[in-house]
């Protein structure tokens, strides 16, 4: 996906990371996941998208940032953003009746670059974020 020409005018926030989620959807495709379901809501919080990888569900959370000048993509991730992502992922598997026991994983793609120009994105896909 090529996000030229994308914007003109005002960029509103939620036409760029529908985009962004897209991007990063792409890109962990073109490297062997498997799509399973995109933008799970729940009220304690919400998955940008999860995927399969091998025998692991894997929940993913996108950001996407122009510049590191207010501090990097993945730094934007707080402690309380955590805790939604991990209460959703919950709900999804208890409510697709899965097991207690599925492997499952958090990862984030941190993508940062010029909204009208993919071609100088940096994309850090970091995998086991949420390790602690």
């Known amino acids: 996906m090529d996000f ?11 036409k760029i990371g529908a985009e962004a989620e897209q991007f990063a959807h792409d890109h962990l495709l ?3 996941l498997i799509p399973v379901n995109r933008n799970f809501n729940t009220r304690r919080g919400e998955i940008d998208i999860i995927m399969q990888d091998k025998e692991q569900l894997v929940f993913v959370e996108v950001r996407f940032r122009q510049s ?9 991730i707080t402690q309380q953003k955590r805790k939604k992502i991990k209460a959703a992922a919950a709900i999804y598997i208890q409510s697709h009746k899965m097991s207690n026991n599925t ?3 958090f ?9 009208r120009s ?5 994309v850090n896909w970091i995998k086991n974020i949420f390790i602690e």
């Open 103 to 105: 492997q499952a994983r």
């Open 68 to 76: 590191n000048r207010f501090g990097s993509a993945e730094e934007s």
């Open 4 to 14: 030229n020409d994308r914007h003109s005018g005002k960029e509103t926030s939620s």
């Open 107 to 115: 990862d984030v793609v941190a993508l940062t670059g010029d909204s």
């Open 118 to 122: 993919s071609s100088q994105f940096s």
């Open 30 to 32: 073109a490297n062997g």
